[in-house]
Protein backbone atom coordinates (compact mmCIF):
# COMPACT_ATOMS: atom_id res chain seq x y z
CA UNK A 1 0.00 0.00 0.00
CA UNK A 2 3.33 2.26 0.10
CA UNK A 3 3.52 3.15 -3.46
CA UNK A 4 3.88 6.11 -4.52
CA UNK A 5 3.59 8.10 -8.00
CA UNK A 6 6.63 8.26 -10.08
CA UNK A 7 7.70 11.56 -11.19
CA UNK A 8 7.39 10.65 -15.08
CA UNK A 9 7.39 14.25 -15.96
CA UNK A 10 10.31 16.31 -15.79
CA UNK A 11 9.44 19.31 -14.47
CA UNK A 12 11.20 23.17 -14.75
CA UNK A 13 9.51 26.28 -13.36
CA UNK A 14 9.93 28.96 -15.79
CA UNK A 15 10.59 32.69 -15.03
CA UNK A 16 8.20 35.42 -16.21
CA UNK A 17 10.03 36.52 -18.53
CA UNK A 18 10.37 33.21 -20.17
CA UNK A 19 6.53 32.46 -19.76
CA UNK A 20 5.88 35.54 -21.98
CA UNK A 21 8.10 34.28 -25.42
CA UNK A 22 5.90 31.27 -25.07
CA UNK A 23 2.76 31.03 -27.46
CA UNK A 24 -1.31 29.93 -25.93
CA UNK A 25 -0.90 26.68 -26.73
CA UNK A 26 2.61 26.16 -25.00
CA UNK A 27 1.24 27.95 -21.67
CA UNK A 28 -1.07 25.70 -21.61
CA UNK A 29 1.03 23.03 -21.94
CA UNK A 30 2.85 24.52 -18.89
CA UNK A 31 0.32 24.89 -17.05
CA UNK A 32 -0.69 21.56 -17.23
CA UNK A 33 2.73 19.86 -16.73
CA UNK A 34 2.95 22.07 -13.09
CA UNK A 35 -0.59 20.94 -12.32
CA UNK A 36 0.43 17.36 -12.92
CA UNK A 37 3.87 17.86 -10.69
CA UNK A 38 1.97 19.42 -7.96
CA UNK A 39 -0.79 16.84 -7.48
CA UNK A 40 1.69 14.44 -7.95
CA UNK A 41 4.03 15.63 -5.13
CA UNK A 42 1.14 16.78 -2.92
CA UNK A 43 -0.34 12.99 -3.27
CA UNK A 44 3.51 11.28 -2.31
CA UNK A 45 3.39 13.52 0.56
CA UNK A 46 0.14 12.61 1.66
CA UNK A 47 0.83 9.23 1.19
CA UNK A 48 3.89 9.36 3.41
CA UNK A 49 2.02 10.59 6.45
CA UNK A 50 -0.53 8.05 5.86
CA UNK A 51 0.14 5.44 8.56
CA UNK A 52 -2.38 2.67 7.98
CA UNK A 53 -4.27 1.27 4.99
CA UNK A 54 -7.05 2.72 6.05
CA UNK A 55 -5.51 6.15 5.91
CA UNK A 56 -4.77 5.36 2.38
CA UNK A 57 -7.68 3.50 1.12
CA UNK A 58 -9.60 6.76 2.30
CA UNK A 59 -6.95 9.08 0.33
CA UNK A 60 -8.04 7.31 -2.67
CA UNK A 61 -11.47 7.27 -1.65
CA UNK A 62 -11.68 11.28 -1.45
CA UNK A 63 -10.77 11.22 -5.74
CA UNK A 64 -13.93 9.57 -5.84
CA UNK A 65 -16.59 11.40 -7.11
CA UNK A 66 -19.33 8.97 -7.87
CA UNK A 67 -20.72 5.94 -5.82
CA UNK A 68 -19.55 3.63 -8.54
CA UNK A 69 -16.35 4.88 -8.58
Known amino acids: F ?5 ENIKFTELSS ?5 LSEQ ?9 AQY ?3 E ?6 SEA ?3 EDIFNLALAE ?4 QE
Open 2 to 6: GLTLK
Open 17 to 21: KELKT
Open 26 to 34: EKAEYEAKK
Open 38 to 40: EAT
Open 42 to 47: AFNQAL
Open 51 to 53: STA
Open 64 to 67: CSTE
